[in-house]
């Protein structure tokens, strides 16, 4: 009887479990148990009618009780460790659910906030707009000392707005006396004068580059330059003496060719 209500028991504890197939399997063992109980009731019954006939029926007929109450257990043991499982699966399958839901409803929470500081930001853009009449203008996006030196030499040499960048480069001179480009700017402020066809403004630009910075790069092209606004003002004298020098002092620059063709002419 006691294995009898152990198997009721275990009845119970299963229909707890929602059904699967794992559990129809363990319900159909168990409906085989309790059958096999039932056999071995009956024989328990008719070892204890015919206790007295004793000897070597009733001891077989016991043995083979206590084996099938063995093999009863074995089952159970096996039935009852696959219910362990199916309950350590669930609980599994649960926690990552539970831990599922709970990022989710952190995302979901912080979206939220994020929404909510959207709104107010806009909110209170909305609120300092000014009407159009009062509106600042948009202020230009500063230059780098490259950006401007770049963008002063493509209006003098591509786009002959010459008077433009050379404002542009008197700015960098006197924002970046340091700088590397430094002495090309001044170069190319004379040039621009040039360009301006202010030929005067031109040669005193010139000769600043020229007295400040003889070994530069930019000295031998601010006298060949120089020598060309001499030229151009009808002061043959100078434009000729200036050649003379350039190719005096600088005989293997690059202007040292236009200076002796020069010469020729003369």
């Given amino acids: 009887m006691r294995l009898l209500l152990v198997g009721l028991s275990f009845l119970l504890l299963v229909g707890c479990v929602p059904p699967s197939q794992n ?50 257990r074995v089952e159970f043991q096996s039935i009852n460790g696959r219910i362990d499982d199916l309950g350590r699966d669930n609980r599994a399958v649960t926690d990552e659910l539970q831990l599922i839901k709970d990022d989710m409803g952190l995302q979901l929470s912080s979206l939220s906030n994020r929404v909510v500081e959207l709104e107010q930001q806009t909110s209170n853009q909305t609120a300092m707009v000014q009407p159009p009449q009062q509106a600042e203008q948009k202020q230009p996006a500063v230059q780098t000392a490259e950006q401007l030196y770049q963008n002063a030499l493509e209006l003098i040499r591509n786009q002959k707005k010459f008077a433009e960048g050379r404002k542009m480069l008197e700015s960098f001179s006197k924002k ?86 020069y010469l020729k002419k003369e």
């Avoid at 309790?34 to 004793?54: H, I, N, P, T, Y």
């Fill in 23 to 72: 559990q129809l399997r363990m319900e159909n063992d168990l409906e085989q148990m309790k059958r096999r109980l039932a056999q071995l009731e009956v024989q328990k019954m008719e070892v204890s009618q015919s206790e007295k006939a004793g000897g070597d029926t009733q001891q077989r007929q016991i043995a083979e009780l206590m084996a099938g109450l063995d093999n009863l």
């Fill in 176 to 261: 970046y006396p340091e700088h590397d480009l430094y002495i090309n700017a001044l170069y190319w402020i004379g040039e621009a004068y040039y360009g301006e066809q202010k030929y005067e403004p031109a040669i005193l630009q010139f000769q600043d580059v020229i007295s400040k910075y003889p070994s530069n790069a930019k000295a031998p092209a601010a006298m060949l330059k120089q020598a060309l606004a001499f030229n151009a003002l009808g002061d043959g004298e100078n434009a000729r003496t200036t050649m003379q020098k350039l190719l005096e002092e600088y005989p293997d620059s690059p202007q040292a060719t236009p200076a002796k063709n």
